[in-house]
Structure formats: C-alpha cells, structure tokens
C-alpha cells in the first residue's frame, strides 16, 4: 500500500513535536524532508496533501525522521542549504550557513555600489564558503580567496564553487586564520567561531552535537579569534580597505574596541532582521 504524504506530514510532525522540536520548526523540517523524498516544492507538503510515496521513498523518509527525533539538523540530513541566492552542499566540517549572516553580506554590497569593480576579497573561516560566494554572486568582476583550517570544509567551500561556477575567482586554503598569506585584499570579512567555550554544551542539541566544534569555539570569553585577528588584518587591507565582522549578541562592543586599539576607523555596527547587532564593520586609515 502507498502512503499519502498529508499522512505522513501530520504523524511526522507529531513525532518530533514529542522529541522536543518546536511545532512550527517540527512542520517545517517535516516538509522540507518530504519534500526531498518527493522531488517537488515543500509548498506543496501540508496535512491535506494528496501525493503518494513509493515504499522506497517512505523508507527513506522513515529513515531521515530518525535521524531528525535524534536532533540532528534537517539542513545536515539533506547535506545541502541555501544562503543568499545558493545552494550550498555541506559536510560535517562545515557550519550550517545561517540567515543572520546574510547581514554581511548586505553590509559589503551597501558599500560597493560599482558592483563592476574588480574587488579583492578574503573570507577567514569560509566553512562552506558560503560569505565569499554570496559576494562573489553579486560582485562579477571581483575575486577572492577563502581560508579555513579543516581541510573538509575547504574542500566543500572548493566544490560549491565549481559547482556553482565560480571556480575560476574563488580560491580556497587550508591555513590557520592569515598565517602564510602575503596579499592585501579590499575587504576581509569573517564570521568567526564566537561562542564561549563553558557556553557550547548548553546549546539546542542541534547545534552541541551536530555542528563542528571548530567553528563555534571562540575561547573563553568568545572573543579569541577577533583578538587574533583585529591587530593583524590591517596588514592585509589594501589603502581604504574595509573589514566586516560577524559577531555574537553583546559582542559588538568589545570587537569595535579591538578594532579601535587596532588603529581602525569608521567603526559601525548593524543590526540583523531579528535586531541584534550583529556586525561590526570597520575601515583602514
Ligand atoms: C562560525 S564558522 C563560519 C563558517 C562560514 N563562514 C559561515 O558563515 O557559515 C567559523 C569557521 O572558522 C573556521 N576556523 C576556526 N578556527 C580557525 C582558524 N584558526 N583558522 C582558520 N579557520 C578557522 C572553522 O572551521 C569554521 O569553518
């Protein structure tokens, strides 16, 4: 017999509501799996749905719930997620690309009007890839360089890449943060790992136990890797050259002070769409 995805739309999302997902996230994971196993739009997954799946696919659905009771991210389960105009295939090396991280994004275009000009870009910490890629979608003339200290992520950062044809302007390192890069770009951005380490364990168990601890550990306070970074970049910013920050809510402050210390100038931040400041972008002088 074959079963109706309005069917199994309603038990799934039951199913996870018990293992403790919210309901309207619960609804939203469940359309996206079904959604996959069908091959159409999650438009069309709702209770009411009509369509049929193939014992095949209902075993692969099954399988896919388990695996989503457990808490892992539906974005990890599918092994793809978009951010900006992309899609993105993931690994376990890399971080979930997020909506909020969207707001750099906007920052860095707001700045370049002449979306024509041939930018030089640098994304530390590129994970997917997802930051240089955006940008690179938007920019065609610019080109840039991704870096990452697992090798896993800079290998899915170099595939989406070349799956999403821009092969040939991004380029991507495995290093640790600017050690052994000589260059000076016209923008550096990064979203680095922010979370205080005491703070991890405590977390949704989506992201505890599923996301890399690499890119969420930002030392004890959070801050390590912009207090790494703020008294170096200014090496590698060409004359006028702009950094963007990702930052942690109630982090703004303390990076905008590193980068202050750093000699840096123009100091902004910006909220995201939920409100929380989620930038600190500033420029060389
Ligand atoms: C918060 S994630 C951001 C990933 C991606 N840019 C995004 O916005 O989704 C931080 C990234 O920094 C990388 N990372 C952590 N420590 C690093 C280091 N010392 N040098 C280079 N990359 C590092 C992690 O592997 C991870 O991919």
């Known amino acids: 017999m074959t079963a109706r995805a309005g069917d199994l739309f309603r ?14 996230d619960a609804a939203q994971d469940v359309r996206h799996l079904l959604a996959e196993c069908l091959e159409v739009s999650p438009s069309r997954i709702h209770g009411d749905a009509a369509l049929a799946l193939s014992p095949e696919r209902e075993a692969r659905f099954a399988a ?3 695996r989503r009771r457990a808490r892992e991210p539906v974005q990890r389960i599918l092994g793809n997620w978009e951010f900006w105009t992309l899609e993105l295939d993931l690994n376990a090396d890399t971080l979930v690309p997020r909506p909020d991280s969207e ?24 994970g997917s890839g997802c930051l240089l890629l955006a940008l690179l979608a938007e920019l065609p003339e610019a080109k840039g360089l991704g870096i990452d200290k697992a090798p896993g992520a800079i290998a899915a950062a170099r595939h989406n890449a070349q799956r999403l044809g821009m092969g040939n302007r ?8 600017l050690e ?52 170096r970049i200014g090496d590698h910013l060409l004359p006028g050259g702009r950094v963007y920050f990702e930052v942690g809510q109630g982090q703004a402050r303390p990076v905008a002070d590193l980068l202050r210390d750093a000699f840096f100038v123009n100091i902004q931040t910006e909220r995201d769409l939920g409100g929380i400041e989620r930038l600190v972008r500033a420029e060389k002088d």
């Open 180 to 231: 052994g890069i000589a260059d000076r770009f016209d923008a550096i951005v990064s979203n680095p790992p922010y979370i205080p380490t005491a703070e991890i364990d405590d977390l949704a168990p989506e992201v505890s136990r599923f996301e890399p601890r690499l890119a969420l550990d930002g030392g004890p306070d959070g801050l390590a890797p912009y207090r790494h970074l703020a008294p």
């Open 170 to 177: 991004a380029e991507f390192r495995t290093a640790d943060w």
């Open 11 to 24: 038990r799934a999302v039951g199913q996870l509501a018990a293992a403790g997902i919210d309901l309207r």
């Open 103 to 126: 707001t750099l994004v906007r920052a860095v275009l707001a700045d370049c009007p002449d979306r024509a000009r041939p930018l030089r870009l640098l994304d530390l910490g590129t």
């Open 64 to 66: 896919w719930l388990e």
